[in-house]
């Protein structure tokens, strides 16, 4: 069978014409926030192979050609065991991953800023069974030291049982683990008998940063789950769960269902998937979203009065401002505060970002501070 990534853009057979549609485009698309990198529409290269995808039949809920071929696609960056399973979004991939490496009686331990802790709506707890053990970190990275706190009382059963440890690459706070770092984490954790989870919904970003491949700080690393991102970095929906490790997790497909994130038509998710990582379109967008945000760090840094709160590692931006000043910038350009009550905001760059978008609003920035 051709590889659908070779299919000839014009077949002989002319195809059938666009019905009509009642569709409107009810956006301005030359507007661009700064808000998240959700904001961003589908990169095109991700749409063409949607369109490929599309048209006859396929065998529903991940047997067909699409989700076959992507088991090869992953293992080419994370190693001959990865088993990946697409899933809907980055929650449902956090519950399911986390929930195949714990018991009803098990807990996490994960950075208090980690997504599963403040943006899941209590999902992995709620959803997922578990219980969340956070530890206060710097710059929303853990170390051995930190898990140490929590990792106690194994057999305790007035306790819940640390059975796995959560990383996020890139953390919340817009800084990147180094390969050595998680290694180190992975090795606390085994030696205490606990798995490791990386959330990985930026971990395109991660990898374009620290100019590694993925299976740097993962496989090789010794995480054991991965929940990797794909909707952040210009795919139109979807996520992944990669089991690492097989001997750490059982029952995934039944879990993924349970969790309802089992695709029918699993095919549009992992077309975008194959879109993403057989060549470098995951490593371009990232790189570029990531030099977006170290230029929009800089532009920032030179207006007086704006301090900037984290090192800038990724395609995050967190900064302090005066809050009525970070108000009027929110009616020119849409962005979210962080802590609202301290005056920290976050700025998302993304695939699509441009130079002159990021000089507009650092010029924008520039101008209510001198209000």
Known sequence: MADPATVEAHPTE????????????RHDPRVRGF????????????????????????????????????????????GPAAEVFPVFNGTGANVVALQALTDRWGAVVCAESAHINVDECG??????????????????????????????????????????????????????????????????????????????????????????PLRAFTTDAGVDVLSFGGTKNGMLFGEAVVVLNPGAVRAMKHLRKLSMQLA???????????????????????????????????????VDGVEILHPVQANAVFARLPHDVSERLQKRHRFYFWDEAAGDVRWMCSFDTTEEDVDGFVAALREEMAR
């Not at 090795?187 to 100019?211: K, Q, W």
């Open 264 to 302: 029918s038509k699993m095919r549009f998710v992992s077309a975008q998937f194959e879109a993403l990582l057989a060549g470098d379109l995951w490593l371009r967008s990232a790189s570029h979203a990531n030099a977006m945000a170290g230029r929009l760090a800089e532009g920032a840094r030179a």
């Open 35 to 78: 808000a998240s990198d959700n904001y961003a529409g589908a990169h095109p290269e991700i749409l063409a192979a949607l369109a490929l995808a599309n048209g006859g039949h396929q065998t529903a809920y991940g047997e067909d050609e699409y989700t076959a071929h992507l088991q090869e696609v992953f293992r080419a960056h994370l």
């Open 14 to 25: 002319a195809p059938p014409a666009s019905p009509p549609t009642d569709a409107r485009r």
């Open 123 to 212: 999902a992995p707890e709620r959803v997922g069974g578990l219980k969340l053990l956070t530890v206060p970190t710097e710059h929303g990275k853990l170390t051995p030291e930190l898990v140490e706190r929590e990792a106690y009382g194994f057999d305790d059963e007035h306790r819940a049982m640390p059975q796995v440890v959560s990383i996020t690459q890139n953390t919340e706070l817009g800084t990147v683990y180094t390969p050595e770092e998680i290694r180190a984490i992975c090795e606390t954790a085994h030696e205490r008998g606990m798995a490791v989870h990386l959330d990985g919904a930026r971990i395109a970003n991660a990898a374009a940063a620290l100019g590694v």
